[in-house]
C-alpha cells in the first residue's frame, strides 16, 4: 500500500518526526532497502521484485536536492536477479553492491561520476542449502556491504548459513573470493544482517530464524569470522513465532541493539569491554507490529524503528548510561516502513 519513498524530517531535540513529501513515479516499484552515497549526493534504492511479477530486480538511482533534500530521479539498472533486499557502496563510492535475496546471488554496479548506475560488471551465485525446509532449499544473500577497513566486500546468506568474503577489483568492477571464502555459522540460524564494533574487531550478526545474536571475532588480514558466543534475542518465557530483523550496535560501542518481529521488541545487550561479548540488559517494546528496521542517529541518543505492520516509525531516547530505551512519545505515520536512512547536510 506504501505509494514510493516518503521523506520526514526529524527533531533531534524531541523526537518528533514530521512528514515532508512523498518520492513516486520511476524507481519508486517496492524500494525495500535504501542507502546513501559517502558524499551524501546520491541515494540509491532496491526495488525488490519477486518471481511472478518481473523478469529481475533493479536498483534505482537518485540525486539528492542540496537545498531541498529531495529526491530526483536519474536511472535504473537490473540487479541480474530477483528480491534485491539490500544495498550498499563500496569504497570511492565508484559502485553499488546489491544482494539478490530470491536468487542467492550478488550484483556489482558502477556508478558514474554524476551519480547514474551503469550495467553490471559481475554478478556472483552462491549455492547450497541450509537444514530449514522452509526458508533454506536454497541460498538467499541477505545483505552485502564492505568491511570496516574496506578491504574486503562481506555477504550474509540466510540459505546456506554462511558470511562470505571477496575481494573487489576496483577497476573491473569484479569480486573474488577472499583466501577464507566463507565462515560456517550454526545450522539453521539464518543469517541476516551484521554489524561491526566501532572500534575492536567484532561483528554481531542477527539470525532470522533461531532469532539469536552471533557475536564473531573479525580477521581483518583474511576477511574471516571466529564466531564466539550465540545469545537468543528473546526472553526466556516467549512461545511464539518470532523472526529477527536488524541488528546495531551504538555508537558509543557499548551496547547491541536487535529487533524481533513476533516478540516486537528491541533486544538490549551490554558490550564486554574486554572481550566484545555480550550480556542480556533487557526488551524495549517496539511500540508497534513487526519491528523490521531501527537506526540510531550519529550522536546515539536517539534510536527510530520502522514496524512494517503497523505502518509507524517510532521513536525513543537512549540512555547513554544502561543502553535502556524511552519511548519519546512521537509516532509517524508511514505505510509499510522497511527501511530507513539518516541524512543530514
Known amino acids: 500500500k506504501a505509494e514510493g519513498i516518503y521523506i520526514y524530517t526529524l527533531d533531534l531535540r524531541s523526537g518528533e518526526i514530521t512528514y515532508a513529501a512523498t518520492v513516486t513515479g520511476p524507481g519508486t516499484i517496492n524500494p525495500s532497502f535504501l542507502t546513501l552515497a559517502p558524499d551524501k549526493r546520491f541515494l540509491y534504492a532496491v526495488n525488490e521484485i519477486t518471481g511472478g511479477k518481473g523478469p529481475h530486480g533493479t536498483v534505482s538511482a537518485f540525486a539528492v536536492d542540496p537545498v531541498t533534500h529531495h529526491l530526483h530521479y536519474l536511472n535504473q539498472q537490473s540487479t541480474r536477479g530477483l528480491a534485491p533486499c539490500h544495498a550498499s557502496i563500496a569504497p570511492a563510492g565508484r559502485a553499488c553492491l546489491v544482494a539478490n535475496y530470491e536468487s542467492g546471488n550478488l550484483c556489482v554496479l558502477p556508478i558514474q ?118 545469545v537468543s534475542t528473546l526472553p526466556d518465557d516467549f512461545s511464539g513465532v518470532n523472526l529477527g530483523a536488524e541488528i546495531m550496535v551504538a555508537p558509543s560501542g557499548r551496547f547491541v541493539y536487535a529487533s524481533n518481529r513476533g516478540h516486537d521488541s528491541l533486544a538490549i545487550y551490554a558490550v564486554d569491554a574486554a572481550t566484545g561479548q555480550l550480556t542480556l540488559v533487557g526488551h524495549e517494546s517496539s511500540q508497534g507490529v513487526g519491528p523490521r528496521a531501527f537506526i540510531i542517529d550519529p550522536s546515539g541518543a536517539l534510536l527510530l524503528v520502522a514496524n512494517q505492520d503497523s505502518d509507524t516509525v517510532v521513536t525513543f531516547w537512549v540512555d547513554q548510561a544502561s543502553g535502556a530505551l524511552r519511548a519519546t512519545g512521537c509516532v509517524a505515520a508511514v505505510p509499510t516502513p522497511v527501511c530507513l536512512q539518516l541524512y543530514s547536510a
Open 113 to 230: 561520476e554524476d551519480g547514474t548506475l551503469d550495467e553490471a560488471t559481475d554478478t556472483v551465485q552462491f549455492s547450497g542449502s541450509g537444514p530449514n525446509p522452509e526458508r533454506q532449499t536454497g541460498p538467499h544473500a541477505h545483505m552485502v556491504s564492505p568491511s570496516p577497513d574496506g578491504n574486503f566486500i562481506l555477504a550474509v546468506d540466510l540459505g546456506t548459513d554462511r558470511l562470505i568474503a571477496f575481494r573487489l577489483d576496483s577497476e573491473r568492477g569484479t569480486l573474488s573470493p577472499a583466501t577464507t571464502p566463507w565462515t560456517q555459522l550454526p545450522p539453521g540460524a539464518g543469517p541476516r544482517h551484521l554489524a561491526f564494533h566501532p572500534r575492536r574487531a567484532i561483528a554481531y550478526v542477527i539470525n532470522e530464524l533461531q532469532s539469536t545474536v552471533t557475536v564473531c571475532r573479525y580477521d581483518g588480514q583474511h576477511g574471516a569470522f571466529a564466531p564466539l558466543q550465540t
